[in-house]
């Protein structure tokens, strides 16, 4: 299931436990990156209802800079749900 098949089906419907890309963004991106991805995720399947939660591990082999970029990332978007239009 894609992002989109996601908005398209079940956005605003249900409850959305989304794992991030812990194998491809989050371990090898960079802060751009792990904005974007997270960001994207939130204004794709968010809705001003709730329903979004993200998930992620945090690995021993990641980068830490990383794991501060995550945790940046979701800090500065757990409200951005709120600016979207359902």
Request: with cysteine; aromatic share 6%; glycine share 8%.
């Amino acid at each position: 299931n894609s992002l989109e098949d996601l908005r398209e089906h079940v956005r605003g419907r249900v409850a959305i436990f989304l794992s991030l890309d812990m194998q491809g963004v989050l371990v090898f991106g960079n802060r751009r990156d792990i904005f974007e991805h997270v960001r994207e995720c939130v204004e794709k399947l968010g809705s001003r209802r709730g329903g979004l939660m993200l998930s992620s591990g945090v690995y021993d082999d990641w980068p830490l800079e990383n794991v501060v970029h995550l945790a940046d990332a979701m800090r500065e978007c757990r409200y951005a749900h709120r600016e979207l239009r359902d």
